[in-house]
Nanobody, 123 residues
């Protein structure tokens, strides 16, 4: 069983930055790929970014690429999402997830999820 705990969310003005963190309890953290998803009211859950155990990164080209950066520290069992130039449409609950098999952008590929953290971007 893997427990994931997100932190770092909050309220920020448009154009600002936030760094989300996700601490994992997994004993073999580096064997998991990690993803960030978000869910805004009235919208479908959306893939944001993912990172493999060895550091390969993948982004939602429409919403994240060029503004968001995913990174991980396998020595601290932590994955990060650096978000720059935030926009009001980035407002959502952000979820960290862990998996080891399947397509990185599919939520069904992930076996463990955090409780989510709110990010609100004001205009």
């Amino acid at each position: 069983q893997v427990q994931l705990v997100e932190s770092g969310g909050g309220l920020v003005q448009a154009g600002g930055s936030l760094r989300l963190s996700c601490a994992a309890s997994a004993r073999t953290f580096s064997s998991y790929y990690m993803g960030w998803f978000r869910h805004a009211p009235g919208k479908e859950r959306e893939f944001v970014a993912a990172i493999t155990g060895s550091g390969g990164t993948f982004y939602n080209a429409d919403s994240a690429k060029g503004r968001f950066t995913i990174a991980r520290d396998n020595t601290k069992n932590t994955v990060f999402l650096h978000m720059n130039n935030l926009k009001p449409e980035d407002t959502a609950v952000y979820y960290c997830a862990a998996g080891w098999d399947g397509r990185l952008s599919f939520a069904t590929s992930y076996d463990y999820w955090g409780q989510g953290i709110q990010v609100t971007v004001s205009s």
